[in-house]
C-alpha cells in the first residue's frame, strides 16, 4: 500500500522559513512533486524532483526560496522553505509518480494527505 506522509506544516510570521517532510512507503517512484492550495483557490504546482536525478524545477512565485530535496536512505522528500510569505499560506501536497512528470497534477498518482502552512504577516 502506496503512502505519502506529510509532516512539518506550521504557522510562521512573514520572513520566518520552515522544511516540510514526505514519508514515501510501498514503491518507488520517478518524480516527487509538491503543490499546494491556498483557500478559495485550486491546487498548484509548486516544485518537483527525479528520484534518481538531482534535477529539480520551480514555480516562479517560490523559485529562489524555495528548495526540493531527497534522501534517498529514508526514502522521503522534503520542501525546505525560506523568506515565507503571506501569500504562500495554503495546504502543502506532496504527489508521486512513476514515470517522469510535470507540472500538472494528472501527472501524478498518488497523494499526501496535505499539510497547513499559515504565514502572518
Known amino acids: 500500500q502506496v503512502q505519502l506522509v506529510e509532516s512539518g506544516g506550521g504557522s510562521v510570521q512573514a520572513g520566518g522559513s520552515l522544511t516540510l517532510s514526505c514519508a514515501v512507503s510501498?514503491?518507488?517512484?520517478?518524480?516527487m512533486g509538491w503543490f499546494r492550495q491556498a483557500p478559495g483557490k485550486a491546487r498548484e504546482f509548486g516544485a518537483i524532483?527525479?528520484?534518481?536525478?538531482?534535477?529539480?524545477y520551480y514555480t516562479d512565485s517560490v523559485k529562489g526560496r524555495f528548495t526540493i530535496f531527497r534522501d534517498n536512505a529514508k526514502y522521503t522528500v522534503y520542501l525546505q522553505m525560506h523568506s515565507l510569505k503571506p501569500e504562500d499560506t495554503a495546504v502543502y501536497y506532496c504527489?508521486?509518480?512513476?514515470?517522469?512528470?510535470?507540472?500538472?497534477?494528472?501527472?501524478?498518482?498518488?497523494w499526501g494527505q496535505g499539510t497547513q502552512v499559515t504565514v502572518s504577516s
Open positions: 504527489a508521486a509518480s512513476p514515470a517522469r512528470a510535470g507540472i500538472r497534477e494528472r501527472d501524478y498518482d498518488y
Open positions: 524532483i527525479g528520484w534518481n536525478d538531482d534535477s529539480a
Open positions: 510501498g514503491s518507488t517512484f520517478m518524480s
